[in-house]
């Protein structure tokens, strides 16, 4: 397995003006302040904090969606942090998301068949004869009947709704995923299928993932290392077995000890 990391981010900062303060001297809101970070090939990295401490931020980040302020931001050792088109194209060939609410990632006027084929359109992959295949393969993969590919999104479950957008996300055969709170909206009946489905492509196809919660133990049970973050700064990472029997910061304790799992209180007994 290769040693370049798929992503990289090198002291990276994300400062936004904010609205509230005086007109010539504004507040700045520092989202993201001196986070670096590898993701390795066939790694899940988990990303956890409260809302607010910066974890989409850096997700958005290193999927391309948001420029940061400063700091440096590596795909296969290559600098791609001017967001160019060339750079964007790129990106999206290597790393897609998996966002909160499948709604926002798919069209409510076009058929699933047509979601799928759109980014193989777009970035032109294969014979366009073949393209219909490569759609009946990735419903298949995420273990929806063929049935769904004339359905629209209004007609399926969230749960249904967020396995299309996971095919989706699939259909350029990326490196690494990037999953963004990808249960939080679901309920807790799917919540467990949609993790133990996100970990089986991972694992069957070779991915890399990022995975971003604010449950600490959703996070376990998906990820090899964690990430806890906290205004905008990483404040504790490492293996996933260490953060939980020996957390360093107050903060991780805090996390560890506050809200029950989003989970079936049984899946949070599974051993990552």
């Excluded at 001196?34 to 980040?61: D, F, Q, Y």
């Excluded at 060339?86 to 047509?114: E, W």
């Excluded at 919540?191 to 995975?211: E, H, Y």
């Excluded at 205004?231 to 903060?251: T, V």
């Amino acid at each position: 397995m290769s040693t370049t990391p798929i992503i990289q981010l090198d002291d990276i900062k994300v400062h936004f003006r904010s609205r509230t303060g005086p007109l010539l001297h504004p507040n700045i809101v520092k989202a993201v302040d001196g986070v670096s970070l590898t993701l390795m090939p066939g790694e899940t990295i988990g990303i956890v904090g409260e809302s607010g401490c910066g974890k989409s931020t850096t997700a958005n980040v290193m999927c391309g969606l948001q420029k940061p302020t400063s700091g440096t931001v590596y795909f296969r050792g290559e600098d791609v942090t001017k967001r160019t088109a060339k750079n964007r194209k790129k990106i999206g060939r290597v790393v897609s998301v998996v966002f909160q609410d499948p709604s926002t990632a798919l069209n409510a006027r076009m058929t699933v068949r047509d979601q799928l084929k759109d980014p193989l359109n777009v970035h032109n992959v294969g014979e366009k004869s073949e393209r219909d295949g490569e759609v009946e393969e990735l419903i298949a993969l995420v273990g929806l009947p063929h049935s769904t590919l004339d359905a629209l999104p209004g007609q399926l479950s969230g749960g249904q709704r967020q396995r299309v957008a996971i095919a989706r996300a699939l259909a350029l055969n990326p490196d690494a995923i990037i999953a963004d709170e990808p249960t939080s909206a679901l309920d807790v009946s799917v919540r467990a299928q949609i993790l133990n489905l996100l970990t089986d492509l991972k694992n069957k196809l070779g991915l890399s993932m990022v995975f971003i919660s604010h449950d600490i133990q959703t996070v376990r049970y998906v990820s090899n290392r964690i990430i806890v973050m906290n205004h905008g700064h990483i404040i504790e990472e490492g293996p996933a077995r260490e953060i939980f029997s020996n957390p360093k910061d107050d903060y991780t304790r805090a996390l560890l000890g506050a809200a029950p799992s989003l989970l079936h209180p049984d899946m949070t007994k599974i051993e990552s």
